[in-house]
């Protein structure tokens, strides 16, 4: 079954700081899509990173990028220059297919607070 | 372009009532997806719709809960007969087709059993 593994329940950073968040996921697959959301208070769903498998070059969007290690089943979320807004929960997410359907498989969370 | 529509945003319900969620998808997406929210945890797959069929439901629990998305109007998750454990938040997601990588999610309906 695959799973998606955040060890990290909290964590903290200065602003302006650098932070990474960790996630580890298990599948048989060869190719497959990851994902990383963020839920902020409001609880809206917000996409934030995705990579593609096949890709080897690790995904980046403005201050956030990953560091995707398909043989460790890697996929961790670096986040620079740490502002207020990033405050919030961090949610991995991988996409399955299996047969004629397909679903997003979610680690439990990182919740990130932002010091000022 | 309006985003994925869930309404209510928040309901109440006494035990034994029935919910019912509703899922408008973004124009043009005819693939709908639901999770759910239990506090402190991540979202969990309920079910895959498209336009009158049932994909997937594999993770539905199997008395209580049904879900649908007629050819017209939104998609609806009901919930006969609701137990404290029910509460949650519901996520509903849509997207235009099966090879679209995004899932594009609504604001979710947070339900409260008293």
């Known amino acids: 079954a695959q799973t998606v593994t955040q060890s990290q329940p909290e964590m903290s950073v200065q602003e302006a700081e650098t932070v990474t968040l960790s996630c580890t996921y298990d599948t048989s697959e060869s190719d497959y899509y990851l994902f990383w959301y963020k839920q902020p208070p409001s609880r809206q769903m917000i996409l934030v990173i995705r990579q593609e498998a096949y890709k080897q070059q690790n995904a980046t969007e403005n201050r956030f990028s990953v560091n995707f290690q398909k043989a460790a089943k890697s996929f961790s979320l670096k986040i620079s220059d740490s502002q207020l807004g990033d405050a919030a929960m961090y949610f991995c997410a991988y996409r399955v297919f299996q047969g004629g359907s397909e679903k997003l498989v979610f680690g439990k969370g990182t919740k990130l607070t932002v010091n000022p | 372009n309006a985003g994925v529509m869930q309404n209510p945003r928040h309901l109440v319900r006494r035990r034994g009532q029935e919910a019912r969620l509703r899922c408008s998808p973004m124009?043009?997406?005819?693939?709908v997806y639901w999770y759910r929210q239990l506090p402190e945890e991540g979202l969990k797959f309920m079910v895959y719709?498209?336009?009158?069929?049932?994909?997937?439901e594999s993770g539905m629990p199997k008395e209580r809960f049904s879900a649908e998305f007629p050819k017209e109007g939104p998609s609806i998750l009901r919930i006969q007969q609701v137990v404290r454990g029910d509460s949650a938040a519901y996520f509903c997601?849509?997207?235009?087709?099966?090879?679209?990588?995004?899932?594009?999610f609504g604001p979710g309906t947070r339900l409260t059993v008293t």
């Open positions: 719709l498209q336009k009158e069929n049932i994909i997937d």
């Open positions: 997601a849509s997207s235009p087709d099966r090879s679209s990588y995004e899932q594009y």
């Open positions: 124009k043009g997406h005819s693939h």
